[in-house]
């Protein structure tokens, strides 16, 4: 899965060379805690914060030269693994850029947890298995006798410890399978 496809694209932005002023109203009129700078061909040239922007001395200083510089930008076909590690160190959110550094949506937490949810099978109709291997050929194992019965694969996620949580479609007997499973494990 790709930054591109839980991104928000085409975002408020305002122009490098506008009033801040205008930047802060827009901020307002849109309710954005961040809003990102562009130059005139749409590069990313900054971010002006809700909180930069209330305490602006003069509201006809351009946007851009007050304009903090990102310390991190995602490219639309990043992984969304390099997503979840960057927002959920310390980013509220991150400017997706393309090659020419052109501002092509943000990617929000609300758009990460999408991601995840899709990534993890939440929502969709199935069981859920939990089992302990005891080495990588366990894992394998295990997905062997699902593959055997021909069980739709939705998800399989790592818990803690070393858990394996597996989303599988068509079960009949949980606990049969269950036990089953178990018996590989030994």
Do not use: C, N, W
């Not at 305002?14 to 009129?29: F, H, I, S, Y």
């Amino acid at each position: 899965m790709r930054v591109s496809d839980f991104m928000t694209r085409d975002p408020p932005v305002a122009r490098a060379d506008a009033p801040v002023g205008e930047a802060q109203k827009l901020a307002v009129e849109v309710g954005l805690a961040v809003l990102f700078v562009v130059d005139g061909e749409g590069r990313l040239v900054g971010f002006l914060t809700r909180k930069a922007l209330s305490s602006i001395p003069d509201s006809s200083l351009s946007a851009g030269k007050l304009a903090s510089a990102p310390t991190v930008t995602m490219s639309p076909d990043d992984p969304l693994e390099r997503a979840v590690v960057l927002l959920s160190e310390r980013y509220l959110l991150l400017p997706v850029v393309d090659d020419e550094r052109r501002l092509v949506g943000v990617l929000t937490s609300v758009g990460l947890l999408r991601g995840l949810a899709q990534m993890a099978g939440l929502g969709e109709e199935g069981t859920r298995i939990r089992v302990q291997p005891s080495s990588p050929v366990d894992a394998y194992r295990t997905l062997q006798v699902l593959g055997d019965r021909g069980l739709p694969l939705v998800a399989v996620l790592r818990g803690q410890g070393g858990e394996l949580i597996i989303h599988v479609q068509g079960v009949l007997d949980a606990k049969g399978l269950l036990a089953e499973l178990q018996g590989t494990l030994r």
